[in-house]
């Protein structure tokens, strides 16, 4: 056998290497940059066949000593075939171990010793640097778990993570009990790591700064085992951690901003008759914020309180009465709840909005929505009476020079967002009633309705209204409904999955009572005018009647319209302004 130097370019692949497979990328990688730092350790073997060397062992080795490139190389010349180089060649790629995890940390630390930075024992290794550290993280592990560990006991990751970060004193205090008994080959790594596990809140959820961390004494460590392109860092100091959350969260509080407290599911509990708005927050609205007791997160909602209403004094003296009336039975449970409703009326008004502003529709559609906003059931309009700062900036802006403007996109622009001010679908006082649903309906509003595949939104749903929705879908219902929600919440994943009855076309049985007769109350005035007072009396009381039952069969409960109607009974219409 002779030791001799050549260009790795001129040696000829073995026709029967036994590798065929690619090692890899990676490995490939590996061994370059292995060569690149501490050279080739073992020369290929090869053997000569007249003035050619044919690679017995190292095909890898030389191929990346030719593509680094180097000029020469060791190689070991062999005698000619004796027949047994088949079997080296084999042998050269099949006898081989693999270095334990364990015996990979031992020469990474003896290499450490030697002043190698992580940075040149990974590349020397060709490994990542987050990976030398994992292996380093074995440091602190427990000798005698180390031991289990090195002979091919290898706990999971997560296992390993939960380990490492226990102290030694409670590492020895663990095994002792969870070691292996007598004939019991592996150990319960599981058990171990529960036994040391330790609750942990990340860095990256926290709002409070350096001074906190002082004051309330948090420290933070490195998790080697998470992904790296985020914070890693974590305490488990969790006592000391809410405290610091709370403190920044009140140090910050907002103007209109309230401390909520949380139930034992870390549920926020909103004031009494507030309710949460779910869509574009006003500056009336009030922000309520709380520290989430398993995230550790700052959790913020936004709620609007009720306006005082005078006239519920009126029905709460009418409640004190005494009522013989027998009761009514209970009523089923409607198919979407009054919250489900609310949060399906902010959706909406979000999504008509948005598409008054940015849809194509042309001015007769306009025109149209504009005629059906002046007759929502939220607007009253009273000469010289616009009050209201942003009214008054559109009106304004359409007769800047004494005149109404005839550019036409200035006074399209400006019809658009009158249209977005008046039309609302939100449930109360408020609503825009069927004329807003019309008008979102003409315009494409739908499509502007977001995805309600959502747990808050789904819960308001009864059970039999949740099977439907799911079957929508192609997903068939579950014994409990809550898991009818969680299959449909998992169908739709990333995509858009609106409720039917959210889209803002009206229901048959909406347009039945839309299209029912109207009361006239001129008529009714005509038929008394010649009357004596008590007659007068008697004709507007029979009159509020049937306006009431008109009501009570053709309108949403929900909807305060008896107010108003007392109100405008009262007034007559000569008292309405007209334009």
């Known amino acids: 056998m002779e030791l001799r130097e050549v260009d790795p370019k001129i040696l000829i692949p073995n026709p029967n290497n036994p590798r065929h497979t690619n090692a890899g990328a990676f490995a490939d990688q590996q061994i370059l940059a292995s060569i690149k730092a501490v050279g080739i350790l073992q020369p290929p073997v090869v053997r000569e066949e007249g003035d050619e ?15 680094i490139p180097l000029p020469k190389i060791l190689v070991l010349v062999r005698d000619p075939d ?21 015996d990979q940390w031992r020469a990474i630390e003896a290499l450490s010793s030697d002043q190698w930075t992580d940075e040149a024992i990974g590349g020397a290794l060709a490994l990542p640097v ?8 074995l440091a602190h592990i427990h000798p005698a778990m180390l031991d289990y560990i090195a002979k091919g006991d290898m706990p999971k990751e997560e296992h390993l993570r939960t380990i490492s970060a226990a102290s030694a004193d409670e590492q020895a205090s663990v095994w002792k009990k969870y070691k292996p008994k007598k004939g019991q080959p592996n150990v319960s790594w599981w058990e171990v790591a529960h036994a040391l596990e330790k609750r942990r809140i990340y860095a990256k ?9 002082l004051a309330f004494g948090i420290q933070w460590e490195d998790d080697l085992f998470a992904q790296a392109d985020e914070d890693t860092r974590y305490t488990t100091n969790v006592e000391g951690f809410f405290a610091a959350q709370a403190a920044w969260m009140e140090a910050t509080l907002p103007k209109n901003g309230v401390v909520l407290p949380t139930d034992d599911y870390g549920h926020q509990k909103l004031p009494p008759k507030a309710e949460r708005v779910w869509g574009q927050a006003k500056k009336s609205d009030a922000i309520g914020r709380s520290v989430n007791p398993r995230s550790g997160e700052i959790d913020e909602v936004i709620f609007r309180m009720p306006k005082p209403d005078p006239k519920k004094n009126k029905a709460a003296n009418a409640a004190d009465e005494i009522d013989e009336t027998p009761l009514a039975p209970a009523k089923p449970r409607p198919e979407i709840t009054q919250k489900g409703m609310a949060i ?20 007769i559609t306009l025109i149209g929505v504009l005629l059906l906003a002046f007759n929502a059931g939220n607007v009253e309009i009273k000469t010289g009476d616009y009050t209201r700062d942003k009214r008054q900036f559109l009106f304004q802006r359409i007769t800047e020079g004494g005149r109404l403007t005839q550019d036409i996109a200035t006074l399209r622009a400006t019809a658009r967002e009158t249209l977005a001010l008046i039309l609302s679908c939100r449930a109360g006082y408020n609503t825009s009633g069927l004329a807003a649903r019309f008008a979102g309906d003409a315009i494409g509003a739908d499509a502007h309705l977001p995805n309600m595949a959502k ?83 008697k004709s507007r009381s029979e009159k509020h009647d049937v306006d009431t039952d008109h009501r009570e069969d053709g309108e949403d409960d929900e909807v305060d319209e008896q107010d108003y109607g007392e109100e405008r009974a009262g007034r007559g ?4 302004a007209h334009a």
């Not at 004796?82 to 364990?102: F, H, M, T």
């Not at 219409?573 to 309405?576: G, K, R, S």
Request: with cysteine; hydrophobic share 40%; charged share 30%.
């Open 53 to 67: 060397l044919i690679i017995v062992a190292g095909h890898r080795r030389v191929r990346a000593a030719a593509a």
């Open 573 to 576: 219409f000569d008292d309405v």
């Open 344 to 363: 399906i009326g902010d959706l909406r008004t979000e999504a008509l909005s948005t598409a008054l502003l940015e849809n194509q529709f042309d001015d």
């Open 130 to 137: 987050r990976t030398i550290k994992k292996l380093r993280l």
């Open 205 to 213: 959820v926290a709002k409070f700064g350096a001074d906190e961390e």
């Open 455 to 537: 747990e808050e939104i789904l819960s308001c749903l009864s059970k039999a209204g949740i099977e439907r929705a799911a079957a929508s879908l192609g997903v068939p219902p579950k014994p409990r409904a809550k898991d009818t929600r969680a299959a449909l919440i998992e169908q739709v994943g990333e995509g858009t999955f609106v409720l039917p009855e959210a889209c803002f076309a009206p229901k048959q049985d909406e347009l039945s009572a839309h299209q029912a007769p109207i009361v006239s109350y001129d008529d009714d005035e005509s038929a008394h005018e010649d009357a004596v007072d008590t007659s007068k009396e």
């Open 82 to 102: 004796d027949g047994a180089d088949s079997v080296r060649a084999v042998s050269e790629n099949v006898v081989r171990a693999p270095l334990s995890p364990v």
